[in-house]
């Protein structure tokens, strides 16, 4: 079973970042939603500002810059909004939640919300020479490197904790509560909000947030479905518990999301 949050909402500027994503080899799609390129092809004078939304995922970005590579890692718990510098060519994978920690042992602690740069890190991961040989591949060929190391991960080094990610994929599912799920698996409430704030950062009610929210954007975007609908339709008591926990997570309400998502979509 796959995480329900799967679809990958193209961000509006995608032709101007030169964005290039593909879905994972399926051994790998438990833990990796997608790996990504931007940049490198097309200069533009200005940045490019992007939003990002929370779903407990972990970005790992690796930017090619001339005088030496920055790697980093970053746990997303709350909407980023982050400048993209297209000159620079950038290749990254998107990890689902508790992806990052099962297939690389990396805990969200020191990660959360912020990009924190992988130094030490790097030559356990096996990711120096890897890095090392982006410098000499287009981005397909890069993406195709960087899923190779994955692999090998996961062929030599097993998961970490299996048992989180299948909680982590029930909860996105929506269709138990969170408790429900872990007392299947003989987990105790305490027990797996602990688990999950080691493993994955967040807690089982950050994750059905999160849950509800990706439901809630790619319904907003794919249907006519008037609010309230969508509302019940995402697990919200009413349109007006919609709006509200849309707004505290994305800082725009629903109608405004829409408003704003379908304008760049005809305009592209």
Same mark, same amino acid.
């Given at each position: ?24 080899? =399926? ?35 690796? =930017? ?132 999950? =704030? ?68 005809? =305009?592209?």
């Amino acid at each position: 079973m796959v995480n329900a949050m799967t679809e990958f909402i193209l961000p509006s500027n995608a032709r101007s970042l030169n964005l290039r994503y593909r879905s994972p080899d =399926k051994r790998l799609e438990s833990w990796v939603q997608c790996l990504w390129s931007v940049g490198g092809a097309i200069s533009l004078t200005d940045p490019q500002t992007e939003k990002f939304y929370p779903d407990a995922g972990a970005s790992l970005s690796i =930017k090619l810059a001339r005088s030496r590579p920055v790697v980093t890692l970053c746990f997303n718990t709350t909407t980023l909004i982050d400048t993209l510098d297209t000159t620079v060519p950038c290749l990254g994978i998107r990890f689902r939640a508790a992806g990052a920690h099962s297939l690389l042992g990396l805990s969200p602690e020191a990660f959360t919300d912020i990009e924190c740069h992988l130094d030490n890190e790097l030559v356990p991961l096996g990711l120096v020479p890897v890095v090392e040989r982006l410098y000499s591949l287009d981005a397909q060929q890069g993406l195709n490197l960087l899923e190779t190391w994955l692999l090998h991960r996961l062929e030599h080094q097993p998961p970490l904790n299996g048992r989180i990610t299948r909680i982590v994929q029930a909860i996105g599912a929506l269709h138990l509560p969170p408790q429900e799920i872990g007392a299947t698996l003989g987990l105790t409430r305490r027990t797996l909000e602990r688990q999950l =704030k080691r493993e994955v950062g967040v807690t089982p009610g950050q994750l059905v947030a999160y849950a509800r929210l990706d439901r809630a954007r790619h319904a907003l975007l794919s249907t006519t479905l008037p609010l309230t609908d969508i509302a019940l339709h995402c697990g919200y008591y009413d349109q007006a518990h919609f709006t509200h926990a849309f707004q505290s997570l994305t800082y725009e309400t629903p109608a405004a999301y829409r408003k704003r998502k379908l304008s760049q979509i005809y =305009k592209a």
